[in-house]
């Protein structure tokens, strides 16, 4: 072969690896619109925990580190930590908590009551690195209101599964992500082992109440209570819940498999492993050609049914979590197939491409489903500061090419995923998603060190044509090497 030929081959194998991925610019500007846009309960706690996986990993409870973690704070980790902090702060210091007041959430007057858990882990990582000795914030006292708050006040079930709301015991999928976490990162900042297995508890319930056999085991997003508060209930298999569900698991997962009492709970751990796993082949059973779920993931797209990027993304970001944390690899093709389409550039020729409209900056036109559109909470404001990745921050991998926000397919110029649900009234086509924003991170920060370990399971068999090209990306550079050395 002589070194025209070479070079053309060459160019022909990175054309064909060249699958597009974020650069840290365009994570910026995702990062930023979270900063702006994450204003209610379980956002702030969805973008605290985004942050500390993709910008501070050895402060994340999937750190391979260990936990508890380090109880001071790096200098060269301050400034990702700050935003985290920043949340922890504005939230407890509005709470005014005070010895005569009953326990209380984290947020209060939005009617939910296991959203605000979310924040709980910001609050208790606070508290763990003596935030308070600095401001004069009493973070203990506001992790403890919260933690008896949840044990003690909000209403149950019969049989003991803690109500997603204040008014009336309703149960949402969303739930599973927002308070099992924090009972589980609450128990092994303290020792209490008892709250690991409530954290097992909770979840087991809301499975027993939510999981659809019918639906192959895709889970319900709203079930019990009734019409005339909180809304009316969701039988129907929201993809956005599902994601919520398995990825509430899997920081479940992480924490107890992390901690020093990993031995105590490896049956706990095997469940959800298992539960998990039954979320991911229900999902994916589902997927249409264009590799992103509807709003709803057994209903074909239509006039009625919107297809959805921010539930993709958490799904997706699952399995990379799943294939680090459990050693299970089965949906990593789906994966891949998923972030490839997510990240695909507006010419490319990816069958979702043809399917999507792309919106434009400033355009705030949203089409509207059929289905379910009950709003999710009461508006509510709380500050939000914004953040610049630390020089420290995990990169997009090396081995993709990265274009432009405003030249990918599922993104705004301005970096707003899309198109997504609107996260307060689950049944509508939205136009700004803040969780979807922190959904976007978690998939990043997943992707990121799964590449960074190797990419486990990217070789098994029914691995995905990206995957399999880049083996020959690989091989070809050392043929391509070794010819043109000697053309």
Known sequence: MHRPLAVSFAATLLSLVSAQALSEADITTVTQNLATGAQQSWELGTRAQSLLDLYVPNFSVFSSTGLPPSASVPSNTTSALAPVFSIAKNVVSALKLNSTSGPSGLVGGDGAAGDPASIGVAVLLANWTGQGSGDGVDYAKAAQSQLEYTLNV??????????????????????????????????????????????????????????DTDAKNLWKHIVLGNNTQDGPNDDGHWSTGNGWAAAGMLRVIATMKNSPYSKDFSSQQKDLASWVKEIHTAMFA??????????????????????????TSLIASTVYRAALLLNDHSHLPNAEKCREALFATSNSSSSSNSTFGRRQAGDSSASHSASASASRS????????????????????????????????????????TPVVNPHQFGVQGQNSPEGQAFVLELQAAYNEWVASGSPGANAAGRTASAVVGWAWVAGCVVVGSLLAYA
């Open 286 to 311: 589902n997927i249409d050609s264009t590799n992103i779920f509807t709003n709803y993931a057994d209903k074909p797209a239509s006039s009625d049914m919107f297809y959805d990027t921010a539930s």
């Open 378 to 417: 009461a508006s509510r404001s709380s500050g939000a500061s914004s953040v610049s990745p630390s020089s420290t921050a995990p990169l997009a991998s090396p081995s993709a090419t990265t274009a432009p926000l405003s030249k990918l397919a599922h993104f705004t110029d301005d970096g707003w995923l």
């Open 154 to 211: 909000v209403p149950r079930t019969s049989d003991g599964a803690i109500s997603h709301r204040v008014a009336q015991v309703q149960l949402w999928s969303d739930s599973v992500f927002m308070v099992p976490p924090f009972l589980a990162y609450y128990g092994v900042l303290t020792g209490n082992t008892t709250l690991l297995t409530e954290a097992y508890n909770q979840i087991k319930l809301y499975r027993n109440y939510l999981r």
